[in-house]
């Protein structure tokens, strides 16, 4: 696996219940409750989605929540609207790409 250069670091909160508000993420940030073990997210629509918390999570669900798209390669991902250096997942490898 290629060397990854960014560390992702969600807000997070140690407050039992506590979920984060609108106003606190930008769309498509994370934030983890670590009492909770619960992972959210704001949606294009302004509003914050819970994606994990006690059950398993499913990635195409995280991948959805996250605005990340799927494609078969790169070129598929450009024709997607995937910009170079955008974040997609690969549908024939099964992982994680930047856009070239």
Not at 79 to 85: F, L
Request: proline content about 2%.
């Amino acid at each position: 696996m290629a060397d990854l250069n960014a560390r992702v670091k969600p807000k997070k909160s140690s407050t039992a219940s506590e979920a984060p508000q609108a106003a606190d993420l930008e769309v498509a940030e994370i934030a983890v409750n670590t009492a909770d073990g619960k992972l959210f997210t704001k949606h294009t629509d302004n509003s914050i989605k819970e994606i994990g918390g006690g059950a398993a999570l499913v990635s195409s669900e995280v991948r959805t929540a996250l605005g990340i798209g799927e494609y078969a390669d790169d070129a598929a991902a450009g024709t997607g609207g995937v910009t170079s250096g955008a974040l997609y997942y690969n549908t024939t490898s099964s992982d994680y790409r930047l856009k070239t």
